[in-house]
């Protein structure tokens, strides 16, 4: 089964109001890495996180790594409607595979 | 650099037919792999390679086919198309594995009738 879980399944929001979306995995991470698809498009690498709490930022997106290593987080502060798309988590399994987690579908209405 | 390309972007098949989806990339990665996209389902792994010559089943490996003879090229083959295998296949490629960001082609819409 799915071993990297995303909440929520989808959000819609008003521009302007912030957004998070929480990545879960079943077993400790090296690093968690995150992806944004626009509608239509492909998946297209945003950040990689390697440290135990990190936090990085990327203008108006923080992304966070849990302590554990296990979970990780993407907050949009404002957002805007170029922010539309699907967010997706990715962590590695075994060096050799990449696996997805299920996605964030963020709507964002003018 | 043209980076993953996929070929055809746009596919319909009859159910019991076969097809080869097209990946190439020009990065000389030696990662590839294929995933497929269904709603709330994510992307999800089907297979992928770590070399040339070499290959192993991801996720979701049953009812498809690959190959690696060169490090450019990594066709997906599909035996005998099942309505279920109506998807959206991405192909990725990185230079080391699941600990690199991965560079994504831009899909084909597969519908198996």
């Known amino acids: 089964g799915q071993q990297v879980m995303q909440i929520p399944q989808y959000q819609h929001v008003q521009e302007g109001e912030d957004f998070t979306t929480y990545c879960n995995s079943s077993t400790t991470l090296s690093n968690i890495q995150w992806y944004k698809q626009r509608p239509g498009g492909h998946p297209v690498f945003l950040i990689q996180?390697?440290?135990?709490?990190e936090v990085k930022k990327q203008k108006r997106l923080t992304f966070q790594f849990g302590e554990a290593k296990k979970n990780s987080s993407l907050h949009i502060t404002a957002t805007q409607t170029t922010d539309v798309g699907t967010y997706f988590c990715a962590g590695p399994r075994d060096t050799d595979k990449l696996i997805f987690g299920t996605g964030t579908r963020l709507q964002v209405f003018p | 650099n043209a980076g993953v390309t996929q070929t055809p972007k746009f596919q319909v098949l009859k159910t019991g037919q076969s097809m080869t989806l097209q990946c190439a990339q020009d990065m000389n990665h030696e990662y590839m792999s294929w995933y497929r996209q269904d709603p709330g389902m994510g992307l999800r792994l089907i297979h992928y390679?770590?070399?040339?010559?070499?290959?192993d089943q991801g996720e979701v490996p049953n009812g498809y086919n690959v190959s690696r003879s060169t490090t450019e090229d990594f066709p997906l083959r599909l035996l005998s198309a099942a309505p279920s295998q109506t998807s959206v296949y991405f192909c990725?490629?990185?230079?080391?594995?699941?600990?690199?960001?991965?560079?994504f082609g831009q899909g084909t819409r597969l519908t198996v009738v």
């Open positions: 996180l390697v440290k135990s709490g």
């Open positions: 990725a490629s990185s230079f080391l594995g699941g600990d690199v960001e991965a560079f």
């Open positions: 390679s770590v070399g040339a010559g070499i290959t």
